[in-house]
């Protein structure tokens, strides 16, 4: 049991997913697991674990941006033993070719800040994903029908964004897509030699201003969970 996270030594898998959301760990873990059970509930940052394909794992959420994230991700990795890291969830697609509902696999996570830039101070740290993870999630996709990016993508630490100009520029970078958590992610495992990776589902675009309607977003993030747990388990 840590600050944060409810659950007792060895509830917690050393696989573990973690969407921003704790209701869709609720809706992952119920649809994706054998008997998932509830093993945290502080805060209603739910968190469960049960098994895939005989492989046990834990879907836990983050909550939205790098500063949560970090506080679920640190307890995870250094009190829990998690191993194996992999954020799923929702970003903004950045470039024309990338549409709603397309899976990101995030090579790399740029971002301006991240909660550990009081270490690098003016050294920009490059985070990126774990490579069997990547190779694995990339295989995984290239089975299934969903159109599957692997690229850079950026860590905003804001949802409601006030800088156009650095938006352009990150598309002009070739970056695919935004979100808040994935950078902060890659940075920890990279410090306690842990993997991680980032599947992420485009769930709006800034450029068209197109959004999945909210009945929409569980239905449509089904091939990212699987892609995930199969990149795991590979
Ligand atoms: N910006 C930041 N994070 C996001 C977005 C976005 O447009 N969409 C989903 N997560």
Request: glycine residues 10%.
């Amino acid at each position: 049991m840590t600050i944060h996270i409810g659950a007792e030594p060895g509830q917690i898998a050393e696989t573990v997913l973690m969407p921003g959301d704790p209701y869709r760990a609720k809706w992952a873990a119920e649809t994706f697991l054998e008997s998932p059970e509830l093993v945290n509930e502080t805060r209603g940052m739910l968190g469960f674990t049960g098994h895939w394909r005989g492989n046990r794992v834990t879907i836990q959420g983050s909550g939205m941006g790098m500063p949560s994230l970090s506080i679920y991700a640190n307890e995870l990795i250094r009190d829990f033993g998690a191993k194996t890291l992999i954020r799923i969830g929702s970003c903004g697609g950045m470039q024309e070719h990338v549409a709603l509902r397309d899976v990101i696999i995030a090579m790399t996570a740029s971002a301006v800040s991240t909660p550990s830039a009081t270490i690098f101070r003016e050294f920009a740290f490059a985070p990126c994903a774990d490579w069997s993870l990547l190779q694995a999630a990339a295989a995984a996709a290239g089975r299934r029908e969903v159109k599957t990016h692997v690229g850079g993508i950026y860590s905003s630490d804001v949802f409601y964004d006030e800088r156009p100009d650095l938006n352009e520029q990150m598309v002009r970078h070739g970056i695919l897509g935004v979100e808040m958590e994935a950078a902060e992610l890659y940075t920890l495992a990279a410090r306690y030699g842990c993997r991680a990776l980032a599947v992420l589902t485009v769930s709006d675009h800034l450029s068209t201003g197109e959004a999945l309607p909210a009945a929409e977003r569980q239905s449509s993030f089904g091939d990212m969970v699987e892609i995930a747990l199969e990149a795991a388990f590979a």
